[in-house]
């Protein structure tokens, strides 16, 4: 069974950095795409960024390029979001998931962490 655990989140001030943690367990992490979600109150779940574990390729929304960077240690079967210049707007639950294959394959992401809160202020 896939597990994925979040950490990482926190209060920070607009221009300030977080670092969110995704450790996976349970499967053979090579063989996956783990994604970051987030959803703010009274708002759709959205697409953050994305990492293949295969070849290292990566996704980012628009609202989060230049901004966040996102990186994996397959060693410690972790992903890390790094997210710097943060803006009240990047308020929401970070979610990590995960699903075979690589990030642009049709696949749903079927496993999901519990989610870690990120607040920003103004």
């Known amino acids: 069974e896939v597990q994925l655990v979040e950490s990482g989140g926190g209060l920070v001030q607009a221009g300030g950095s977080l670092r969110l943690s995704c450790a996976a367990s349970?499967?053979?992490?090579?063989?996956?795409?783990i994604g970051w979600f987030r959803q703010a109150p009274g708002k759709e779940r959205e697409g953050v960024s994305c990492?293949?574990?295969?070849?290292?390729?990566?996704y980012y929304a628009d609202s989060v390029k230049g901004r966040f960077t996102i990186s994996s240690d397959n060693a410690k079967n972790t992903v890390y979001l790094q997210m710097n210049s943060l803006k009240p707007e990047d308020t929401a639950v970070y979610y990590c998931?995960?699903?075979?294959?690589?990030?642009?394959?049709?696949?749903?992401?079927?496993?999901w962490g519990q989610g870690t809160q990120v607040t920003v202020s103004s």
């Open positions: 998931a995960a699903k075979g294959y690589y990030c642009s394959h049709k696949a749903p992401f079927g496993s």
């Open positions: 349970g499967f053979t992490f090579d063989d996956y795409a």
């Open positions: 990492i293949s574990s295969s070849d290292g390729s990566t």
